[in-house]
T-cell receptor, first 113, second 114 residues
Framework: KQEVTQIPAALSVPEGENLVLNCSFT??????LQWFRQDPGKGLTSLLL?????REQTSGRLNASLDKSSGRSTLYIAASQPGDSATYLC????????????FGAGTQVVVTP | NAGVTQTPKFQVLKTGQSMTLQCAQDMNHNSMYWYRQDPGMGLRLIYYSASEGTTDKGEVPNGYNVSRLNKREFSLRLESAAPSQTSVYFCAGSWIGTGVSEQYFGPGTRLTVT
């Protein structure tokens, strides 16, 4: 069964520092990996989606990489701001589980001014 | 486009009461999902509907029923609420085919059972 892990569960960085968030998955047979942001009391907002054939995807200050063979994805947020404080979750769509997604537990990020 | 919408946003129930959580999407998704999110447990799939007319159990289906009313609407029913069902409930949608699929989430329903 596919398992998705996000370590650390929480981190705090000073404003301006680059953020590096990790997502590991146990089975490389995936269609895609998706990164989400969740603000307290809110729903999940999609940030980036990486297809299994891609190595990375970029949107503004966000860059996500995918190394399918080693079961890892990394989300980089450049020059962090206090507004980046949120919980970040990753999810994979396995090829052997039609229509289901497997989520990590998330990394809670605090960016201090 | 409203995206994925959920009603109500908040609800308080007494043990044993019933209620239905509503979800609708206008994104032409064929698949819809109900998750619950609890502190320390992450997101857990309750039920999903791969297409109109089909529903399947997820990881934690006990105590819940679902109805895929049409392509747009997917409801979650608690027949006899229990304090263990206190949680935040999210509906999501996706277009599922043999390839890349992106999930979109609703804003959530915060349910408290006393």
């Amino acid at each position: 069964k596919q398992e998705v892990t996000q370590i650390p569960a929480a981190l705090s960085v000073p404003e301006g520092e680059n953020l590096v968030l990790n997502c590991s998955f146990t089975d490389s047979a995936i269609y895609n990996l998706q990164w989400f942001r969740q603000d307290p009391g809110k729903g999940l907002t999609s940030l980036l989606l990486i297809q299994s054939s891609q190595r990375e995807q970029t949107s503004g200050r966000l860059n996500a990489s995918l190394d399918k063979s080693s079961g890892r994805s990394t989300l980089y947020i450049a020059a962090s701001q206090p507004g980046d404080s949120a919980t970040y979750l990753c999810a994979v769509r396995p090829t052997d589980s039609w229509g289901k997604f497997q989520f990590g537990a998330g990394t809670q990020v605090v960016v201090t001014p | 486009n409203a995206g994925v919408t959920q009603t109500p946003k908040f609800q308080v129930l007494k043990t044993g009461q019933s209620m239905t959580l509503q979800c609708a999407q206008d994104m032409n998704h064929n698949s819809m999902y109900w998750y619950r999110q609890d502190p320390g447990m992450g997101l857990r799939l309750i039920y999903y509907s791969a297409s109109e007319g089909t529903t399947d159990k997820g990881e934690v289906p006990n105590g819940y029923n679902v109805s895929r009313l049409n392509k747009r609407e997917f409801s979650l029913r608690l027949e006899s609420a229990a304090p263990s069902q206190t949680s935040v409930y999210f509906c999501a949608g996706s277009w599922i085919g043999t390839g890349v699929s992106e999930q979109y989430f609703g804003p959530g329903t915060r349910l408290t059972v006393t």
